[in-house]
């Protein structure tokens, strides 16, 4: 069955720093994965999604992604945390683009200043 | 272009209870989809609309049940609530490029 894991509950950087957050699939063709960030009290924002083609996808806010097929991989970056990037980010893969979305547990960012 | 709309922001039912949560998609979208989230947790399918047809579905029990209308607005009803069912429910509306755009969702509280 199709999975999405995010190994890390809760990450804190200090602003300034580069993030990292790691995210695994579960599923045996290639599928479509994407990055959604929520803040309290909004709904989910799409930073970015990888359908095919180069494997380095930029997003919004400064985010990037890579997709690393041989580990089954899907990590999102960002060289430089703004204390405004503190939420907790999901990550998500899909069948197809019309399929229903399976999430991860996600990862709460916490930023020092 | 206007975002996703969900109503109630908030609610408060007991068990037993049936509640009946609305969505609002994006202009020009005719596919919604409802997905679950529970605290401290990544959000879950229930299920999706396509031209007022469901072509999709979660495992969530037959009480939960929706309807998209002509408009493509839609409606996420929950019969016999039970305590479980307290979580943030958001709405998604689908782009013809596959892009989803969530609402900001509707927190239910079951006691």
């Known amino acids: 069955a199709q999975s999405v894991t995010q190994p890390d509950i809760h990450i804190t950087v200090s602003e300034g720093a580069s993030l990292e957050l790691r995210c695994n699939y579960s599923y045996g063709a290639t599928p479509y994965l994407f990055w959604y960030v929520q803040s309290p009290g909004q709904g989910l924002q799409l930073l970015l999604k990888?359908?095919?083609?180069?494997?380095l996808v930029q997003g919004i806010k400064g985010f990037e992604a890579e997709f690393k097929r041989s580990q089954s991989s899907f990590n999102l970056r960002k060289p430089s945390v703004h204390w405004s990037d503190a939420a907790e980010y999901f990550c998500?893969?899909?069948?197809?683009?019309?399929?229903?979305?399976?999430f991860g547990s996600g990862t709460r960012l916490l930023v020092r200043p | 272009e206007t975002g996703v709309t969900q109503s109630p922001t908030h609610l408060i039912k007991t068990r037993g209870q049936q509640v009946t949560l609305r969505c609002s998609s994006q202009?020009?979208?005719?596919?919604v989809s409802w997905y679950q989230q529970a605290l401290g947790q990544g959000p879950q399918f229930i299920f999706q609309?396509?031209?007022?047809?469901?072509?999709g579905r979660g495992n969530f029990p037959p009480r939960f049940s929706g309807l998209q209308f002509p408009n493509y607005s839609s409606e996420l009803n929950v019969n016999a609530l039970e305590l479980d069912d307290s979580a943030l429910y958001l709405c998604a509306s689908r782009s013809s490029s596959g892009e989803q755009f969530f609402g900001p969702g509707t927190r239910l509280t079951v006691l």
């Open positions: 998500a893969s899909s069948m197809d683009s019309s399929y229903k979305l399976i």
């Open positions: 990888y359908f095919s083609g180069d494997t």
């Open positions: 202009s020009g979208h005719n596919t």
């Open positions: 609309y396509y031209r007022e047809e469901e072509n």
